[in-house]
């Protein structure tokens, strides 16, 4: 009958199960050996950026981050598309939303990247520049678009339920200091500092918890949520939906709660939404909303944070810090990398060249 699949009379042979098994650990160790390579990639986007910092040049801060990121993905085995990046082809000649990068040769994967998160914070030799990088496979990230998104957002431990978009910050906080058997006024909201901001500040004052204001980098700001040394008990506010398809990649890894809601400031930010698919506009996503499958988030401190510290470089060579995890096995591993240029060519260098 037209329409109908065509089964095969005879049902195809069961793997065995040492089929199966080879299979599971071939995939494991392709996916395992792609996490230390994507660190190479965050590597490479942070040391050329280090090189501009504090130098108040934004721009040549990020395209240095964005040159270099783009030449470490395009060496690696897959076949990769960006799905969030530098913003549309017309108007970022590179790592722009729906180009191919990678060599072409292995896994489909989708690919959501930030070269420099905080290109003033950098510019300005400010605390908490990222390179950034997640994977998933294809379909596995919201498509956003490059405009606003309201976030809030915890760490792990927390009952399911414990923060919503819809609630107010007070009833909020009240309901996370439950949870953790804390009073109101033990809790810390990390926000960005911008004047959109002055009601929700007054609000969590009002409600009596303690606030940790940050000019930029809300992917760091949310990560801190579910990092204890980080001081912060919950993310608050409103900054790129870019960043909050980031934030939440790595929140599936190391675990936490984020709802996000995208904001549009007029018809043409409305109507880029929904050429990127989005038919519900004020929907409330949830973290796997953002990104679902096995994810791998991976970040290189450009300047120094309570995650990561910052490139150090010296005579002939420099150092690297990195994060890189995987929703998969929930393993977070640092790499610290010791850069010798006299043995390994200075990759901005050499990117210079070419
Ligand atoms: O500066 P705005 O317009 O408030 O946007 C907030 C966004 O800017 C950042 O602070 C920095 O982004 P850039 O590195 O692209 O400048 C993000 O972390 C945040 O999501």
């Known amino acids: 009958m037209a329409g109908k699949k065509k089964t095969s009379a005879k049902p195809a042979p069961k793997k065995s199960n040492s089929a199966k098994a080879q299979a599971d650990t071939f995939s494991l160790v392709m996916d395992r050996n792609l996490a230390l390579?994507?660190?190479r990639v965050t590597e490479a986007a942070a040391?050329?950026?280090s090189l501009l910092m504090g130098r108040?040049?934004?721009?040549?801060?990020?395209q240095a981050a964005v040159d270099s990121m783009r030449q470490a993905l395009n060496s690696l085995s897959i076949e990769g598309t960006v799905v969030i990046g530098e913003g549309e082809r017309d108007e970022a000649p590179m790592l722009y939303i729906g180009e191919k990068v990678g060599t072409g040769k292995g896994p489909k994967i989708d690919i959501a990247l930030d070269p420099l998160e905080g290109t003033t914070i950098t510019a300005m030799g400010g605390p908490n520049a990222l390179a950034v990088i997640a994977m998933a496979e294809h379909g596995g990230f919201l498509n956003a678009p490059d405009v606003y998104m309201e976030k809030i957002a915890v760490g792990p431990g927390l009952p399911e339920g414990v923060i919503d978009l819809d609630r107010k910050p007070a009833e909020n906080l009240k309901a996370i200091a439950k949870a953790k058997g804390a009073e109101v006024s033990d809790l810390v909201v990390c926000i960005l500092d911008r004047p959109r901001h002055q009601e929700l500040i007054a609000a969590v004052r009002k409600a009596g918890a303690r606030i940790m204001l940050?000019?930029?980098g809300d992917v760091s700001g949310v990560i801190a949520t579910a990092q204890i040394d980080a001081g912060v008990d919950v993310y608050m506010g409103t900054g790129g939906a870019p960043e909050g398809v980031l934030a939440a990649a790595a929140l599936r890894c190391i675990g936490g709660q984020m709802q996000g809601r995208l904001l549009f400031r007029n018809e043409d930010e409305k109507a880029r939404a929904k050429?990127?698919?989005?038919?519900?506009?004020?929907?409330?996503?949830?973290?796997k909303d953002m990104a679902s499958g096995d994810v791998m988030f991976a970040a290189t401190g450009v300047t120094t944070g309570p995650m990561l510290r910052g490139v150090r470089r010296f005579a002939?060579?420099?150092?690297?810090?990195?994060?890189?995890?995987?929703?998969?096995?929930?393993?977070v591993r640092y790499v610290e990398a010791h850069h010798n240029w006299r043995r390994k060519a200075d990759p901005v260098k050499l990117s210079a060249k070419s």
């Open 47 to 49: 040391l050329s950026a």
């Open 37 to 39: 390579e994507v660190v």
């Open 316 to 331: 002939g060579g420099a150092v690297t810090h990195s994060v890189v995890m995987r929703s998969k096995s929930g393993t």
């Open 56 to 62: 108040g040049d934004e721009k040549a801060a990020d």
């Open 275 to 287: 050429k990127w698919g989005v038919t519900d506009l004020n929907k409330k996503y949830g973290l």
């Open 214 to 216: 940050i000019s930029d």
